[in-house]
């Protein structure tokens, strides 16, 4: 609710009175809704009671406009008002902080009420009603020195430092003390000691900040930005910077989406004096998660009727794959993994605290046109919290986190794309143009789902839960046959094998399929539209209500059904020199699959059925990657895994054997690289040489 402005404020005598009756008798039915949290807040030895803005409307408008309007006339009077309600409720509580504040004041030399009342150890935070919310690009002038309610992404956070609220300067000549004059942003310290004598000699000496006579609080500075969903087209998101003080210190971390009562400030630097714009910045009062999942998507009654039609549809798969980005044609197969990495499975905490993520990851490399593209893109528009990125502008800031300097040089931990889609899916276009550097960041981020940072005096370790989808083009230009995947595939084997699906979609000329194309394009393209079976929001609530409501969990079929794929392409392993078929890790992800197939058929038990729909994609993966599953020839995942064959891998040991050997042999005098070649030829190994050392 937004007050009405047009009726002028209460007088600070009225407002503390008036304040100090709504903590101590406002209730709902017989609890006394304060009398309990100021309880709470000297029981749990805290220094904030937090106010529902609504209660005070409903109890004393006239003393909420006032607050809303002119929180900075009030404040000090709502502090006073707290000490005295506290008095009432913990007289011993109350004691030790007005003791703690008349000290100060004393110490200090304060003499107005709003520095008295800056000393008083105590805040009174309002949480502003959703109805008041304003967006960050809507905020102007109108809303200048007023409380008000916005949402945003916390894309940078700074260290915490301290803040002075009092500022006491000592002459460093006579020791006379005098404070300093506050503003928003700036101190106005003195420079020359004004103390006169009995003489009547001014002293001039140089005056110095007295730190441990002066009054600080923590602060910490974070940009607040507009979050991805709502912004239209090609417009730039808006941010603000905030400023957190005391106990809303380290309570945000890079990449969280927050919710925050402040109040909006405007300021001229002081290196800008001549110009006539403002800086302005957020002095927040209260702050909580504003975190948009799929889990916080609304969903109605009748919603939820018509989720419980769409479960009990036989061809309910089908109609999914059918509405998943329609106008990309075909890739049937690829658009039901993803659906399986929007359902996802629920993370597994082990007993040792171990926890096992349920995300899936997707990697599509495909030849140029294919649609990878716009696929991703459709993913994000489609996702609560679905954020897209492109290799070739993603840094390893744009994709984890990294420590940066803002416009005043102090260190800000910022957060990147995964750790921006923490709790949704993070879409990363054309993964193969990242250089090096940018590719090994991810790799915690990917397996552990977190981001640690350590650099420049900041440890902090964020969240990054999200499923990652990613898109890439072949190092060739074409996927060639005639080489391995990791050939194919500019990305080290230590990313590839963190994915649990591959797809590689070729453009191949076939007439029956380029006229089905030519004619579903020319269709989709004139019309402007495409018939489908459910709407993009009628999937994501779908998707919302399955990963809120459904945990399934293993059945003895579906694990009996895993195991025994597990076991029969292990056999094809049975010999030291067979290739590698699949480890523990392709084992998870096909739990993983499983549990997601089930989700997606709101079902609290994943099924056989499960369990072969999560094999069959495997299967398509691995015959994706030039890996026949069911010629009964043996299988090799060492490609991927560690980027060679497991025939090269054995070959390159053997022949580092023979080194060693003839190393050992000749002593400090070395091996001469032809005795090598020869020795290598003479074992048989004609193509595959190491030099010497």
Known sequence: MVLNTQQGALDVISIQKRFQEFLTEFRVGEEFVYKKRINEMVANHERSVVVEFEHLIDFDYELAKTIQEF??????????????????????????IYEYAVRNQQLRGVETFEEAASLIPLNVRFKLPQSSLIRLRDLG???VDRLVLVEGVALRVAVSKPFLVIPVYRCMRCGFVQ????????????TKCPRVSEEGQRCNGPMALDSSSSYSINHQRMLLQERQEELVGGVLPRGVQALLTDDLVDKVKPGSRVRVSAIYRAYKPVKAQGERALDTFLEVNYLESAEKEFESVELTEKDLEEIRRMAQDPWLKEKLIDSLAPGIYGLRDIKEAILLALFGAPAVVLPDNTRVRGDSHILIIGDPGTGKSQLLQT?????????YTSGKGSSGVGLTAAVVRDAKGEFMLEAG??????????????IDKMDDNDRSAIHEALEQQTVTITKAGIHATLNARCGVIAAGNPTFGKYLRDRSVADNINLPPTILSRFDLIFIVEDKPDDTRDRELADFVLRVRGQGKVDVPFSAETIRKYIAHARRSVNPVLSPDAAEKLNGFYLEMRKKSDTPDSPVVITTRQLEGLVRLTKAHARMRLSGVAEAIDAEAAIRLYNVFLESIGVQTSSGKKVD??????????????????????LVEMLALAGANGVLEADFRIRCKEEGFLKRTSKST
């Open 637 to 658: 995942l060492s490609t991927v895994t560690v980027g060679k064959t497991s025939e090269e891998l054995d070959t390159m040991a053997k022949i580092d054997k023979i």
């Open 417 to 430: 794309a995964m750790v921006l889609a923490d709790g949704g899916v993070c879409l990363i276009d054309e």
């Open 141 to 143: 002038a109108q809303h």
């Open 379 to 387: 993913i994000a528009k489609l996702v609560p919290r679905g954020i």
């Open 71 to 96: 929180p900075d006339y009030a404040m000090p009077a709502l502090k006073k008002a707290l000490l005295e309600a506290l008095k009432m409720i913990d007289p011993e509580y109350a004691a030790e």
């Open 179 to 190: 404070t300093g004059i506050v503003g928003l942003t700036e101190v106005f310290a003195p």
